[in-house]
Nanobody, 116 residues
Framework: QVQLVESGGGLVQPGGSLRLSCAAS????????MAWYREAPEKQRELVASITSDGKPYLDSSVVKGRFTISRDNAKNTVYLQMNSLKPEDTAVYYC?????????WGQGTQVTVSS
């Protein structure tokens, strides 16, 4: 089973940047999918970005509009979410997600607060 630990959240001013990290450990499937979701107060959890085990990224343009980038470091089993030009509406708990056939795993979440 895979375990996920997120880090990198915090308080940032509008227009600032943060990089979230998701360190994965455990037994990985040969083919899997990892993603970042976020959940703001009183809103549904939404997909921000995803990346496949062979490195193909997907970013939800309606959410990130060219401001975010997802990447991975296979040697470190870590997925990153680089967030630039942050806005107050990006404030949320950001969750890392892993999925393969027969297994789904969520991290504990990391809080991102964008405020002046």
């Amino acid at each position: 089973q895979v375990q996920l630990v997120e880090s990198g959240g915090g308080l940032v001013q509008p227009g600032g940047s943060l990089r979230l990290s998701c360190a994965a450990s455990g037994s990985f499937a040969s083919t899997y999918f990892m993603a970042w979701y976020r959940e703001a107060p009183e809103k549904q959890r939404e997909l921000v970005a995803s990346i496949t085990s062979d490195g193909k990224p997907y970013l939800d343009s309606s959410v990130v509009k060219g401001r975010f980038t997802i990447s991975r470091d296979n040697a470190k089993n870590t997925v990153y979410l680089q967030m630039n030009s942050l806005k107050p509406e990006d404030t949320a708990v950001y969750y890392c997600y892993y999925a393969t056939s027969g297994e789904v795993c969520w991290g504990q979440g990391t809080q991102v607060t964008v405020s002046s």
